[in-house]
């Protein structure tokens, strides 16, 4: 059998790049069965007879990797990756040679801190004794250049072992490899976590925090000591919300870190009512055109809040382009990849970046890790030397110190004589001081992702400790119990990984893993300005994920300083808040958040702030001026006490005053020829009525009740018709007598014409007479009145009576009523009166319309009776004051609301009511006060007129001349 293990190996050997079948001959365990071998060996026969002589299995690529190894004498392995690099060296392209795997350039000294924290924590796992006592770990970094082809480039190296990378074959032979610490950015872990995965590959990420990384679908082998970006992006809209900004910029890095941060930060704020007012995407290879198109969108936005989801590299072309154009008056909101990055923290960058709040992960201090960075061996390998050249901007390598001494000697002197034998200028000597040079790689002021990389290798240390620890018989794996350490498969750390609980050395952090990720706790940094200008991180807050929703975020808002130094927070919104009384106006074609603040109506109110609809009021309620409440509506009605109550009431009792005055002046004179020829008792009534409707005005005040609603429009009624029916019967006998004499001198002219006419013609038997005193003896021509005292008394009864009947059927059908008015005003609540039926008022006022109009006619018919005292003129003045009183009152009543309308009203009646007192009772008052010699029965007689012979007589002497009638028609007549 050895024999043919013998002669298996050499044709093995003797085989150069054969199909993937002898591959993986090649490739297997030695300790293959005995049926493996010989079907292997089988194979190998077959090819080398086969006449083909094709190769089939061909390495394509050689991989160029810079990094660390450190494998000999180690029991276990473990896999690093860090973006030492920022970007690779851009090739040209030709595609007429062989192409080359491209290098990196741009040196990381805070990534290459990382990786130096990931050799300091394994050698300090293999110095301790309760960790792993009896395994010493070795470690195999490589350098991702911060691009995905590089970290492809190196998780493929590691699955094969060796710098020949075979896809699907592991060809080293060297110490078990555990998992991969790595790969840095998002995208980076991404595409490793991918090719990883097919193999059960545990991978543990210090930085990877997308959340696209948590699927277990797609990365079933992934986890991270970073805490998943959804939380970050949480916390950043948390972080919006709480300082009310409604209007943000975005800008990410063009990878899956940015992409997904930005789209969990928008879905979130988005769904809380805050508008993106720009959303940008950073390239990641340097492009001046797309990064001057940013810095213009930004200086052109309104939003003052600008949150950005990117890794340093990426975002530090951005900000140098910024600095440039001097863009200040902003706050950046920063996610942890770059919050406290020295990258980004260059000198003079606090003008543009003061202020800036961001969300960083847990710091912690490593003992022994600043002595282990500043005793570097600059000669340990090419990746150390780079840097070493790199920081102290010199090189290690003498001839290449020389050539360029002498490059300079020949340029400056021409010639190169005075570099000979000295040592050249630029030369390393090896032994500057890490120390004094203030850099990033030694500033251990902030180590958050450098911790990261620390409890990374702790994981999986603890994780190969309790492996390596397993009690046989009481192993986790079916049918295999314990793992053997030397020998272990992927699958079977990755489960001692998923289920791993320690506690960070110096710190005391409990470490575990849930669906592969840790709790997500921040501390959020807000970028203070020192007196030198220079940044400083000041924590002023903290973010727990776990905790419940009032209590995840604690932040103490009077320590920020913002940018430009300003105490208070920036005001970053597209429309300033729409205040109480007002409501949000959307823009057609404009984000919600840009609006008009529009006032709310008359009666609509909004009390709070940004209101979308204006609530309408109730009946009883208006809104106020500042529209921000509803109040209760002005009670308004016409009262008492107010000074135009006062007013009226003043004026209708001085009214009802007088009208009582003038019927005692009638009472005085009782028995005068002037009260008798008037009708005493109808005058009186006249003045009863009068009365009555200065006194309903009153009335018509306060507040109105059942009764008073009742009582003013019944009152007033009645009151005018008693009034004009007793003028109208007045009128009708002035009419009657103006008829009468009309008459009469018709039949008086006949008589004179024919006597004349007698007289001319000679006849003996004609006798002519004076005709001089015929017009003194017209009004005896006249018949006696039709309608006497008692005729008119019986007309004012009548005529009221049906006013008070109609009134009385409208009491009780359809009375008036109070009621509240809340149409009429939109602030007040008007209490009046409803009439209770249109038809009825209408036809009961109609009434005494119809009554002023017969008697305004009648009247207008006996106007030109009398010459002494003419009542029949009074009366047409009365009427025709009554008239355009009441006419005048209609477009001002329309025209009024409230206690106005009812203050029209009062005026109308009081000003109808003193019109028809003057009219018709002022003439009397005057003869019986002024003029009582007038007051004679000699001047109540006719009294001639000269008008063609004919004289008319006074209205109040035909009452007593028509008793006289026969023997003043006697006077008249021709003896015969």
Not at 126 to 141: A, E, F, R, S
Not at 439 to 451: G, N
Not at 589 to 603: K, L, Q, S
Not at 685 to 695: A, E, G, I, K, R
Request: aromatic share 10%; charged share 15%.
């Amino acid at each position: 059998m050895k024999h043919l293990m013998h002669l298996f190996w050499l044709l093995c050997l003797d085989t150069p790049r054969q199909s993937l079948s002898s591959m993986l001959i090649c490739t297997g365990k030695q300790s293959m069965e005995i049926g493996g071998f010989l079907l292997g060996l089988s194979v190998i026969l077959h090819f080398h007879i086969s006449v083909s002589s094709e190769a089939t299995c061909m390495l394509k690529e050689k991989f160029n990797l810079n990094g660390y190894k450190d494998v000999e004498k180690k029991k276990v392995i473990i896999g690093g990756m860090f973006p030492v690099h920022k970007t690779i060296a851009l090739s040209d392209a030709n595609t007429s040679r062989l192409p080359m795997s491209s290098g990196c350039e741009g040196f990381n000294y805070r990534a290459f801190r990382w990786t130096q924290t990931m050799v300091f924590a394994i050698q300090e796992i293999n110095n301790m004794d309760d960790l792993l006592p009896n395994t010493d770990l070795g470690y195999v970094i490589y350098d991702s250049c911060f691009t995905i082809s590089k970290a492809v480039e190196g998780t493929l190296t590691y699955l094969t072992g060796q710098d020949e990378a075979v896809p699907n074959y592991r060809c080293g032979t060297g110490a078990p490899l555990a998992a991969l610490v790595g790969a840095g950015g998002s995208d980076l872990s991404i595409a490793t976590a991918r090719i990883l995965g097919l193999y059960h590959f545990p991978q543990v990420s210090y930085c990877s925090s997308c959340s696209a990384l948590e699927s277990k679908f797609q990365f079933p082998t992934f986890l991270r000591t970073i805490p998943n970006d959804r939380h970050q992006s949480t916390a950043m809209a948390q972080l919006v919300l709480h300082f009310g900004w409604t209007w943000v910029g975005t800008i990410a890095a063009d990878d899956d870190y940015g992409k997904y941060g930005i789209k969990d930060f928008k879905e979130q704020v988005e769904e809380a009512g805050v508008c993106i007012s720009f959303s940008e995407t950073l390239p990641k290879v340097n492009s001046p055109e797309d990064i001057h198109r940013i810095v213009q969108t930004v200086v052109e936005s309104t939003a003052k809040i600008i949150v950005v989801f990117s890794s340093d590299v990426d975002l530090s072309p951005l900000v140098l382009e910024l600095l440039r154009q001097n863009v200040t008056n902003r706050t950046w909101i920063a996610s942890e990849a770059w919050v406290t990055s020295a990258l980004i923290n260059q000198p003079g960058v606090s003008s543009v970046l003061g202020g800036t709040i961001g969300f960083a992960v847990k710091r912690a201090d490593i003992p022994g890790l600043q002595q282990h960075l500043l005793d570097l061996d600059p000669y340990a390998d090419p990746l150390t030397e780079e840097f070493w050249e790199t920081l102290f901007n010199c090189t290690l390598d003498y001839s290449t110190a020389l050539r360029k001494s002498k490059d300079r000697a020949s340029v400056l002197n021409g010639t190169a004589t005075k570099a000979i034998g000295t040592l050249p200028d630029g030369l390393c000597t090896g032994s500057e001081s890490l120390a004094r040079l203030n850099s990033t790689y030694s500033d251990i002021s902030q180590l958050r992702i450098t911790y990261s990389v620390y409890k990374a290798v702790y994981a999986v240390a603890h994780a190969l400790h309790n492996l390596e620890h397993c009690k046989e018989g009481q192993g986790p794996f079916i049918g295999i119990g314990c793992a053997d350490i030397t020998k272990f498969e992927p699958w079977q750390l990755m489960y001692y990984l998923k289920n791993v609980r320690f506690k960070v050395p110096h710190t005391d952090e409990e470490v575990y893993f849930t669906d592969g990720d840790v709790e997500g706790f921040y501390d959020i940094i807000n970028w203070g300005v020192e007196s030198n200008g220079e940044i400083s991180y000041v924590t002023v807050g903290r973010y727990n994920a776990s905790a419940t929703l009032d209590e995840r975020m604690t932040i103490i808002n009077d320590s920020i300083v913002w940018n430009n130094e300003a105490l208070e927070p920036p005001n970053s919104v597209c429309s300033e808040d729409c205040k109480p009384g007002t409501r949000k106006g959307i823009r057609q074609g404009e984000p919600v958040c840009c609006f008009d603040c529009i006032p709310c109506a008359d009666g609509e109110i909004s009390n709070m702030t940004n209101a979308r609809e204006c609530a309408l009021c109730s009946g009883d309620h208006w809104s106020n001026e500042a529209h921000d409440a509803c109040v209760p509506k002005i009670i308004e009605f016409l009262a008492f006490g107010e000074p135009l109550g006062i007013t009226l009431i003043v004026i209708s009792t001085f009214g009802a005053l007088v009208t009582i005055a003038v019927g005692v002046v009638l009472v005085m004179h009782l028995g005068t020829p002037l009260v008798k020829a008037n009708d005493a008792l109808l005058s009186f009534l006249l003045l009863f009525s009068l009365v009555v409707t200065f006194l309903c005005s009153i009335v018509f005040l306060g507040e109105p009740q059942r009764w008073s609603c009742m009582t003013s429009q019944v009152a007033l009624a009645l009151g005018f018709a008693l009034c004009l029916s007793s003028l109208m019967g007045k009128a009708a006998v002035l009419m009657l007598r103006a008829q009468a004499i009309k008459a009469a001198r018709a039949r008086s002219k006949a008589a004179a014409k024919a006597a004349k006419a007698a007289a001319n013609s000679g006849s003996p038997d004609v006798v002519v007479t004076n005709t001089a005193n015929l017009g003194d003896a017209l009004v005896a021509t006249a018949q006696p009145d039709l309608l006497t005292s008692g005729h008119q008394r019986a007309i004012a009864l009548t005529t009221t009576l049906i006013q008070a009947l109609a009134c009385t059927v409208w009491l009780i059908i359809l009375p008036p009523y109070p009621r509240k008015n809340t149409s009429a005003q939109n602030i007040k609540i008007i209490l009046e009166c409803n009439e209770g039926s249109v038809v009825f008022i209408s036809s009961i006022f109609a009434y005494d319309i119809l009554l002023a109009l017969l008697a305004f006619i009648f009247a207008f018919l006996a106007r030109k009776l009398e010459d002494h005292f003419s009542e029949a003129k009074c009366i047409t003045f009365s009427m025709l004051v009554f008239f355009i009183v009441w006419i005048s009152f209609i477009p001002a009543y329309l025209s009024t609301r409230g206690k106005f309308m009812v203050a029209v009203q009062i005026f109308a009646i009081l000003a109808s009511s003193f019109g028809i007192l003057a009219c018709i009772f002022l003439p009397k008052c005057y003869i019986l006060l002024i003029k009582p010699e007038r007051n004679t029965e000699e001047m109540m007689r006719p009294h001639g007129k000269p008008r063609d012979g004919i004289s008319t007589g006074t209205s109040a002497s035909l009452a007593t001349a028509a008793t006289d009638v026969n023997a003043t028609t006697a006077s008249t007549a021709i003896d015969d």
